[in-house]
């Protein structure tokens, strides 16, 4: 069957998207890559940043025990010893005594400190201390405060500025969409860069993350950024990877339907599609009985019809299907293609035969026997209308097998011919060996027919031996009615040829064949009206 424009569509297509693999596959491993190394990066960032919050904290805890025996309560020399505690102590901004339940009861400077709320205090693993977070009431900073319990004195409490807990605002990393945040274990934002930063809710549909908790400490860090950023980052990367992919598939593509159009231009290739395609059609030539002048039988012989309607004749393609192996298929598709077109018309007129040329490969091996019985049994031509022609000009690969074969296909009650009979290497012995029904004499020896080239002994010798042998004649080409005559005289029976008719298509042959046997009736209607 021909290929319909749809499934051309969907090589096209089918084409296309195997083509689109390399781009999508470098865009996924472009982006897998950007996002592993991004990730790295964030990750690297955040163990940094909660090391610095928790080497602070241990400094501030360390002060603190230090200072738990030394300070008492908010007398002088206590206040003198936490004054000078604070200023050396880089992360401490405030060392203050406590009460029991929390609030400050005097600080390094002496005083109450400033008005703050103070957060839930969470315990920390070394269970003396508590951490909380501190809110300024007139101003905008906070403050980590860490908590010690003492046996039998007031607890002690160090105020850490929550810009001392993170890095630098000056540093870059934490600007234009990436952003680090310190949090306490109930979700309290402590410190966040870019700062003011710790109010504003995060699209994390729109960033990447990642959260790193402490295990010592009830904090964690979150460094986030946008993917806008990650997407500027890499541009260049991106744009050198999409370019490479783009290039491969261009390339691809063109290879691919190189590939096709040599393929196209390939008259091998071509030749099997016209067979898949049904191009390979069978045209009829009638064979005469040339005392009454009615048809006898047809020789199927092979036209190559070509999409656009041009006729291909066999001598362009008969010799590639034979090189190529391609004959078989070839000589399949036009017997199964001769029972649809013309069966209908051979179904009720058993005398009439239909020939087919075979390729000495067919006598290789017995397989044709097979294929024939499958082709034809229960079909409108039956096995005993068959006739096999089989050329002289191509020497058979093995003639003992070959004799065997016709043998088993006479069985059949098929009939085999041989074909231009006289040109070839085989001569009289080879007819004789392979025991054939009928011979073809070549239209060589016809067109010499009352020329100067005629030589009577040839055909005579050809006749004399099918007359022993008890062989059907036929004779091939014949064009002229003087032809005609002399083969009559001779008793040749049988004739093809222009004179009659060439190669038909199957309409024309059938509408012959029909006018014909209509014909046949049509005097006994004329009797039965006179009478
Ligand atoms: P062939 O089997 O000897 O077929 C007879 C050729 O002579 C045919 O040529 C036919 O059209 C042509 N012919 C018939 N009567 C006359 C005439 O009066 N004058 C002239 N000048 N020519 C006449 P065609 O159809 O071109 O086939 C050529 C050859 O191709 C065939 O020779 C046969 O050997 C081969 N062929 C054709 N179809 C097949 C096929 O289906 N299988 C195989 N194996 N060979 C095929
Ligand atoms: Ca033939
Ligand atoms: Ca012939």
């Known amino acids: ?74 007398d002088q020399r206590s206040l003198e010893i936490m004054r000078r505690a604070t200023s050396a102590s880089t992360p401490i901004k ?6 029991e339940s929390g609030l400050t009861t005097c600080t390094n400077f002496g005083d109450g400190g400033e008005p703050r709320a103070v957060s839930r205090e969470l315990p920390l693993a070394d269970r003396r201390f508590e951490v909380s977070l501190i809110r300024f009431r007139d101003r905008n900073d906070r403050a980590l405060r860490l908590r010690l319990d003492r046996k039998n004195a007031k607890p002690l409490g160090a105020l850490i500025p929550a810009d001392f807990l993170v890095p630098d605002t000056i540093d870059d990393d934490f600007q234009n969409g990436r ?12 410190a966040a860069r870019p700062i003011g930063d710790e109010g504003l809710s995060i699209d994390h549909t729109r960033t990447l993350g990642v959260h790193l908790k402490s295990d010592r400490f009830p904090i964690a860090v979150v460094v986030e950024r946008t993917r806008a ?23 691809i593509f063109a290879f691919v339907s190189l590939y096709f159009r040599r393929n196209r231009s390939d008259p091998l290739v071509q030749f099997r599609e016209a067979i ?62 001769a029972c649809v077109e013309v069966g209908a018309a051979h179904v009720n007129r058993p005398q009439i035969n239909i020939a087919f040329n075979l390729y000495a490969g067919h006598f290789a091996n017995d397989s044709i026997i097979e294929e024939l019985k499958a082709i034809f049994t229960n079909s409108q031509i039956s096995l005993s209308q068959i006739v096999l022609e089989v050329t002289e000009r191509e020497p058979l690969p093995d003639l003992d097998l070959a004799r065997n074969i016709i043998e088993r296909l006479q069985k059949l009650g ?37 020329t100067e080239r005629h030589s009577q002994t040839i055909i005579e010798t050809l006749l004399e031996l099918a007359r022993t042998m008890n062989m059907e004649v036929i004779a091939e080409g014949v064009e002229s009615f003087d032809q ?29 064949i029909e006018a014909m046997y209509a014909a046949k009736v049509a005097p006994a209607e004329q009797t039965a009206t006179a009478a």
Request: with cysteine; charged share 20%; proline share 4%.
């Open 179 to 190: 952003s680090l945040r310190l949090v306490l274990d109930n979700s309290e934002i402590v």
């Open 94 to 99: 405030e060392i203050a005594v406590l009460d």
């Open 484 to 512: 005609v005559e002399y083969l009559r005289r001779k008793g040749v029976h049988q004739a093809q040829g222009y004179v009659f008719a060439p190669p038909l298509p199957a309409a024309s042959y059938i509408a012959l």
């Open 229 to 251: 950023t990650l997407t500027e980052e890499y541009r260049d990367l991106m744009t050198v990877g999409r370019v490479g992919s783009t290039l491969i598939t261009i390339l």
């Open 276 to 337: 898949e395609n049904g191009e390979i059609v069978p045209f009829f030539q009638p064979t005469i009985d040339i005392s009454s002048g009615r048809i006898v039988g047809a020789e199927v012989l092979a036209r190559w019809r070509r999409p656009d309607g041009t006729m291909v004749s066999p001598a362009n393609f008969i010799p590639l299907a034979e090189r190529s192996g391609l004959i078989y298929p070839m000589t399949r598709a036009l017997m199964k293609r």
């Open 1 to 74: 069957m021909r290929k319909s424009k749809a499934w051309w569509a969907g090589v096209v297509l089918g084409g296309a998207a195997v083509a689109c693999v390399p781009i999508l596959l470098v865009e996924l491993s472009l982006n897998g890559y950007v996002e592993r190394n991004a990730r790295a990066k964030l990750e690297s960032q955040a163990r940094s940043a909660l090391g610095l919050a928790e080497i602070r904290l241990e400094s501030a805890m360390a002060t603190l025990v230090d200072l738990s025996s030394v300070v008492g309560g908010c």
């Open 414 to 450: 098929i009939r085999v011919a041989i074909d231009d009979v006289g040109t070839g290497h085989g001569g009289l012995s080879y007819l004789m060996k392979l025991g054939v029904d009928t011979i073809k004499i070549d239209k060589l020896f016809i067109d010499a027919i009352n």
